[in-house]
């Protein structure tokens, strides 16, 4: 069954380090996400990116944060200078072409900033 | 700004009788209703999802109820199982991007 993989699973970093976080999504997806989830909170919705562009972001994704698709199968998280508070699981998520609405999330990354 | 609400963080059921949890939202816009469940240190799995035109879809021991009126909808789980328990997420989208809002997540205890 074609899944949605994160890598890397868990990354520890130093606060002001930039990071980037990697999603191979299902291959013929064409809608791509963003999602994090702090410990004991909901999952937030960061951003959304269709066609080669970012289609819908959320507050919470500022200017330290940006998303590529360098190419045909990787999509990436940046974030430029990290904060404490970006400890989080990343879940990236998919969604085929027909926007059925379903959305397919990896396994996560999980984000310690020190 | 809780536009999808889950107001029981937990639930405990019995093996074999019925779970229900509920969801509320606010947002009138939201077109597209979908059930996921997660278990600890993975990603949402997802589960079942019901379009605003529809009021019930079923898919095996797993049913969800929308009531647009009320602006909730709700998953019944018959007959629930141990390797049931776990956090469940309601989630709506609407618009071109069909990005999810969440609810907080109901965690749900399967007793054997």
């Known amino acids: 069954e074609p899944e949605v993989t994160q890598t890397p699973s868990h990354q520890v970093t130093q606060m002001g380090q930039e990071v980037i976080l990697r999603c191979v999504p299902i291959s013929n997806h064409l809608y791509f996400y963003w999602y994090r989830q702090i410990l004991g909170q909901k999952v937030e919705f960061l951003v959304s990116?269709?066609?080669?562009?970012?289609?819908?972001k959320s507050e919470i994704f500022d200017d330290q944060f940006s998303v590529e698709r360098p190419d045909g199968s990787n999509f990436t998280l940046k974030i430029r200078s990290t904060k404490l508070e970006d400890s989080a699981m990343y879940f990236c998520?998919?969604?085929?072409?027909?926007?059925?609405?379903?959305?397919?999330f990896g396994e996560g990354s999980r984000l310690t900033v020190l | 700004d809780q536009q999808v609400k889950q107001n029981s963080p937990s639930l405990s059921v019995q093996e074999g009788r019925i779970s229900i949890l509920n969801c509320d939202y606010t947002?009138?816009?939201?077109?597209?209703f979908l059930w996921y469940k997660k278990y600890p240190a993975e990603g949402p799995t997802f589960l079942i999802s019901?379009?605003?035109?529809?009021d019930k879809n079923e898919d095996g021991r797993f049913t969800v109820f929308l009531n647009k009126s009320a602006k909730h909808l709700s998953l019944h789980i018959v007959p629930s199982q141990p390797g049931d328990s776990a956090v469940y997420f309601c989630?709506?989208?609407?618009?071109?991007?069909?990005?999810?809002?969440f609810g907080s997540g109901t965690q749900l205890t399967v007793l054997p």
């Open positions: 990116f269709y066609n080669n562009e970012i289609s819908e």
């Open positions: 989630a709506a989208s609407w618009g071109s991007a069909r990005q999810l809002t």
């Open positions: 019901i379009s605003s035109i529809k």
């Open positions: 998520a998919s969604m085929g072409g027909g926007r059925s609405g379903e959305l397919f």
């Open positions: 947002n009138s816009m939201f077109d597209y």
